[in-house]
């Protein structure tokens, strides 16, 4: 191998960090090509350091895996080195592919991507072929190397890869961090672990992702759990570098001709979202925390009585102890505040309000529990292979060892006692794990050992996993529900819903929100929300920034207010102004659920995020694009809404960059010409809303949680605009908790299509032919047809003329009321 001088500010010999790595000193390793075989699914190439293997995955994915000669190994690092890959899901298979070769170079290809393999010296380019030519998307700069970092004066030794980067190249990725969209000239620490009480600055929080987006239209991930980082040249300008202190040495190249294309070629490979169940996208009542049966109670009440739908409610730790310290790992009942919990738990449920656990990993050596998961194995061990214990700040604590089933059946059988007392959903807290000794010793499926750090980020992925097996084990046709802090890329496909941890209570704590989401949803954890309001800190109420978050939480993935409880986050205990203001928006969240439902099932379908950047538009120009990439502003919440949040005091106005098009303002009607940025002017009514011409939004009337939801009497917004001749439109709809009935052809299907010209406009309804119980037989239709600007001659359901009209000359909406038979139907308005 080559050495390469330590902290040399030569550029192509130094890597050199400020913050968290001061140094890191790296080799290039002499791996010239020997010869290469093919297998029945792999091409594989003999190197003098050993072998690479390059798989295809799904429809443009290529897996290379470089596995080291043995002899370079001890025993840990030998067994990490053959972790399996978390990242690609369990039922993915290998894809064909071609092979070219030649005395320079080897060709390995599937549909439109290839890896080019120059024998000497050893490195791959990966191309996408566009319009007949390959396009460079990807090359190894130095390909394997092995090195050293240092982190707070401690040295480690690592291995990775080091990738070229172009010049004008943005790149996403990492997870939840607060940096800015564009993560270039950024280096991260990949190792999860929680940053409370962060506002606008974050380079380590406690889901980080070790993968990156690129405005070239590729995803490279690279398939290690390990402690490690991620340089995206930081330290040297155009170079790219993924490094860990040990693991599986591999990385996944995806591409696509479009972005979602892309997003949804990566979830292909690494796993679909499973839908959520729909009380899932109601509203929550949550604190840390809720302290006895009664509070319990009285809060679900209050709700109620102050006409606020409500949904779930959650139960921090206090469920298993009265205090904060001391109780963690009793996992059971503290009866002295919760008497009788079935029943609780059963009178909520008939309100219409699912209980949500929260259970963490750790397990106190004082517990009520610690001697049995002792005896049962089912604890993580130190180097004598007895529990390994270290102090946190809940108290003295093990781990249980969720990567081996003595760990696994342990931790189930407690879930499996708190269903069937009726617990509904559950919440994974401190997941990173937030305390993780590197001599932590974790069994294997297979009884190998390894370490803390070989498999760190994803113990959350495992723990997920292990939550979602048994809960379909116990209740194999309803959906999980999982709320977790901490994951590794793929954790979308065990129903995961991650939040952006415990952010401060202030404006700064509300202004990273919508990068914090929009960064996961690109790699696939499409539910990923902030706790509304903010979670940590705080000495009075704000009411405006309260109100602010709790608006533009009517727009992200999970409507959940979540704090310490010095202020109270629940919206019914505090004054009539706000609660007045918030009602009308958490109504519009239950008002919207068709719609949102709609989304949860493209996204389980392709991947798409339910909050999506503004880049994800089509027919982008590549400076646009570039442009946009940076935005964290506003989004898309699905294909109809634009949203920008309100995140400083005494706001009047914002600033829109608005895609091509025509918007209207949801709130006052006013048209906007799109394709250039505008101010939208705001009160603490009403938030920056705009909605696409052309969009059609299915919407129900008020209820009091999804318990009561009926889409039979079913209202159709269409945006209409001269501009837009052809539109389309679909609502998803099933009985809302059959696991997978999306897969199993258990719902139905409402198609909308509009055609507008010459002053017509026609409106075409349709259904397909699945079933499922429930299902509505016939609906009663309200169509309102915004930006209808004068009163129609006549309308046509069908054959007949409708009588059943109205139009609306102030707002220029035309409301026509109808009874849907589910047949084909076309309604003419002229």
Known sequence: MTFLTLCSPLRITVLFFTLFVQCTAFAYVDNSYLGHQLTADSLVITTEQGEVRLSAYGKEAIEVHYSLSKKAQNALAENAANLPSFAIKETATKQLFTLASNEKTIEFSSNKLSAVITKSPFSIAFYKKHDNKNQLLLKEEAGFFVGNAIENEQQYN?????????????????????????????????????????ETQSNQMNFSLPAVLSSNKYILLFDNSAKGWMDLGKSEQNIMQFEAVSGRMAYIVFTGDTYPQLLNNYVEVTGKQPMPP??????????????????????????????????????????????????????????????????????????????????????????????????????????????????????????????????????????????????????????????????????????????GDAIHNVYGHQWAKMVYENQLTLAPNKRPFILMRSGFAGSQRYGMIPWTGDVNRTWGGLKPQVELSLQMGVLGMGYTHSDLGGFAGGEKFDKEMYIRWLQYGVFQPIYRPHAQDNIAPEVVFHDKDTQDILRKFIKLRYNLLPYNY????????????????????????????????????????????????????????????????????????????????????????????LVRAGSFIPMIDDIQSTKDYDSSKLTLHYYADESVKNSTGEMYEDDGETFQANTQGIFELLSFKANQQSGKLAIQLSRNDNHYVGMPKRRDMTLVIHNWQSQPTKVMVGKKQSRNIDWDKKTQTLTVKFNWQHQDLTLDVQ
């Open 598 to 689: 709609t989304l949860a099932y493209q996204n389980s379908n392709t991947g798409m995020p339910l909050m999506r950047p503004l880049f994800f538009e089509q027919d982008l120009e590549n400076e646009a694009i570039l442009s946009l990439m940076n935005n964290a502003t506003s989004y898309l919440w699905g294909d109809a809404f634009l949203v920008t949040p309100v995140v400083d005091a005494g706001i009047k106005s914002v600033s829109v960059p608005l895609p091509k098009g025509v918007w209207f303002d949801y709130f006052t009607g006013v048209k906007h010409q799109g394709n250039q940025t505008v101010n939208i002017a705001t009160n603490l009514e009403t938030l920056p809303v």
């Open 278 to 451: 729909r009380w899932a996208l109601g509203n929550y009542a949550s604190r840390f925390g809720y302290r006895s049966e009664s509070e319990v109670r009285d809060t679900v009440n209050k709700f109620v009585e102050l006409d606020f739908p409500l949904d779930a409610l959650i139960l921090d730790l206090y469920w298993f102890g009265k205090d904060i310290k001391g109780h963690m790992g009793n996992l059971t009942w503290d009866k002295a505040a919760f008497p009788t919990p079935e029943k609780m738990m059963a009178d909520i449920k008939a309100q219409g309000v699912n209980t949500i656990l929260i259970t963490e990993p750790f397990v106190l050596t004082n517990s009520k529990k610690f001697p049995d998961a002792e005896k049962n194995q089912a604890l993580a061990k130190n180097e004598d292979g007895a529990p390994k214990r270290f102090d946190f700040y809940f108290g003295n604590t093990s781990l249980i060892d969720v990567f081996n089933d003595k760990g696994k059946n342990w931790f189930n059988d407690i879930y499996k006692t708190l269903f069937q007392q009726g617990v509904t959903g559950w919440w994974g807290d401190l997941g990173e794990p937030e305390v993780h000794p590197s001599d932590t010793i974790h069994t294997l499926e297979n009884g190998n050992l390894v370490n």
């Open 158 to 198: 690592v291995q990775g890869f080091r990738f070229n980067l172009a010049d004008n190249e943005k790149l996403l990725g990492g997870g939840e961090r607060v940096l800015g969209m564009d993560r270039r000239g950024h280096r991260m620490p990949l190792y999860n672990r929680a940053h409370y009480g962060y």
